[in-house]
């Protein structure tokens, strides 16, 4: 039971980290419609953001949270005015657009920083106790402040001016256009949004996984399945899908390996694609 509960607290906090990475993916590709490849190194320039404000400029770590998030919303808008604009209504040739981007981000950071992983300290020390499973006071942080920054994004969306404003563009384009709103300053702060919660993700990250230039691959691919197990644009499916990735990835590894766990997990997110193609919480169309 212990082993059972440390495995669960362990695949918990797994899904608070996926959960992040994957809240910037659904609102560029569920929102938008922009299959971004480039998520990942987003996600990378958050990590190395942090590691550059707390190891090299010698600030705390609360200083890097808003600078990752400033740093990755600050390049999403760049590759949004310069790339994404011009390639708009053109799937394919976005999502090549995006590949490129990521690997030009990739070696631009391995030349500036070098291929060694780098490591940021751990924030919050100390641990808490659960009769005989321990749980690091970083994991419990983590759980929340993931949960915390779900809670304002959805209340940004749904309970603000620029939230209907994104919906509306979403929703019918040409009749938000003719309304006044801008729909090109809308789609940037979109993309920029994205982009930052994607920044956010990795220096949430940092502490606990090494940081180098390549380390966006595994949260970009975690950041599709999630999003496709829970519903594109669907928030609530969005946190289902991560607990889903993250207990399962846990727990089968914990009674066989990582490898098999992974391979298990992309064998039931199939089965689910086959009988709900459009994922657990997808929205109803008319």
């Known amino acids: 039971m212990d082993s059972f509960l440390a495995l669960l607290l362990n695949g918990l906090n797994s899904s608070a980290l996926i959960l992040m990475a994957a809240l910037g993916m659904v609102i560029i590709c569920g929102l938008m ?3 971004n490849l480039a998520h990942g190194e987003l996600i990378m320039i958050g990590a190395y953001t942090a ?23 600050a390049a999403g808008a760049v590759m949004e005015i310069l790339v994404v604009r011009r390639l708009t209504g053109r799937p394919a040739e976005t999502m090549l657009a995006t590949f490129g981007i990521s690997i030009v981000l990739q070696q631009v950071t391995n030349l500036a920083f070098g291929a060694q992983s780098q490591y940021v300290a ?12 321990v749980v690091p006071c970083y994991n419990i942080f983590t759980i929340g402040f993931a949960a915390a920054v779900t809670a304002a994004t959805v209340l940004l969306l749904k309970k603000t001016k620029f939230g209907r404003r994104v919906r509306a563009v979403t929703q019918n384009r040409a009749m938000a256009e003719c309304l006044g709103i801008n729909s090109a300053r809308v789609d940037t702060f979109t993309f920029a949004l994205g982009s930052g919660l994607a920044g956010l993700a990795g220096a949430l990250a940092a502490p606990v996984k090494s940081v180098s230039p390549f380390m966006g691959g595994p949260y970009l691919v ?8 829970g519903g594109v644009a669907s928030f609530t ?17 914990g009674v066989s390996n ?3 766990a992974s391979i298990l997990v992309l064998l039931m997110i199939i089965a689910v694609i086959r009988f709900k193609p459009e994922g657990l919480f997808a929205k109803e169309r008319r």
């Open 122 to 133: 751990i924030p919050i020390g100390g641990k808490l106790t659960f009769g005989r499973v």
């Open 258 to 260: 990582d490898v098999l």
């Open 51 to 73: 590691y550059t404000v707390t190891q090299l400029a010698g600030f705390g770590f609360w200083l890097a949270l808003p600078a990752a998030f400033a740093a990755a919303a």
């Open 222 to 229: 975690n950041s599709f399945m999630t999003s496709v197990v």
């Open 237 to 253: 499916g969005t946190t289902v899908g991560s607990l889903f990735v993250g207990e399962s990835t846990a727990l089968l590894g």
């Open 33 to 35: 419609d922009v299959i």
